[in-house]
């Protein structure tokens, strides 16, 4: 594969983690041992042991979640990036890149400038839990009276 654009998407990527501007990495079109791995996504989350990036590897008919401090994630991507997957798109909040390899060896770096509104490149809570979202509140006093929870709003 020509060394320049997969180097330039690296160099990207490495930026991105050092600089902690990395939204999301999705790497695509797996060409490996495995054939129902189909994807590889990548982004950051916060956990009680410091900022760490989760990896989901989606396979057909499960995916797998794996959690690496910042200063693994590289090292982890960088032999997977045209390699063992063709394609990778990585989002920022200022720029988008894309690198798409072909099986003969040849590559292509397309870098946009990132949408001013809304999109992937735009920074989400990097939060690892997220809350539930109920239809019906738990503390409703209609529920109180039905016996369906107690004086607390605990479901009974």
């Known amino acids: 594969m020509p060394a320049p654009a997969r180097d330039r998407f690296l160099a990207l990527l490495l930026a991105a983690v050092r600089a902690g ?7 695509g079109k ?5 054939p129902t791995l189909q994807n590889l996504f990548v982004r950051p989350i916060a956990l009680k042991s410091g900022p760490h990036f989760a990896f989901v590897w989606r396979h057909a008919t499960r995916d797998i979640t794996k959690n690496h401090p910042p200063a693994a994630v590289f090292a982890q991507l960088e032999p997977l990036i045209g390699l063992a997957f063709l394609d990778a798109h990585l989002f920022t909040p200022t720029e988008n890149a894309q690198l798409e390899c072909q099986p ?5 770096l397309r870098v946009k400038s990132a949408p001013a509104a809304s999109g992937p490149a735009t920074p989400a809570a990097p939060s690892h839990d997220s809350t539930k979202k109920y239809l019906i ?4 006093p209609w529920l109180r009276a039905l016996g369906v929870t107690n004086d607390r709003g605990q479901p009974r």
């Open 30 to 34: 797996h060409r490996g041992s495995d």
């Open 137 to 140: 509140p738990a503390d409703a």
């Open 21 to 27: 501007t990395l939204v999301k990495l999705t790497l």
């Open 104 to 108: 003969d060896g040849t590559a292509r």
